[in-house]
């Protein structure tokens, strides 16, 4: 969904990576399940459209 004004449209999204200190391999495998909730959680509380997302054992991308 494009955002308008007078003479200009925009679509803004953020390419967002979540690193662990020291990435250390323990996401997905151990954290997966509570780190999904957090982030949805905390989209939905500030109302932000979480439009992809990667979990990968060392980090995380979002694209919101």
């Not at 990435?23 to 959680?41: F, G, N, V």
């Amino acid at each position: 969904m494009a955002n308008s004004l007078a003479h200009t449209k925009w679509v803004c999204k953020y390419h967002i990576v979540f690193t662990p200190k020291y990435r250390r391999k323990i996401i997905y495998y151990e954290l997966r399940a509570d780190i999904q909730k957090i982030i949805k959680d905390l989209c939905k509380w500030k109302g932000v459209e979480i439009i992809e997302g990667h979990m990968m054992p060392d980090h995380i991308h979002l694209l919101v």
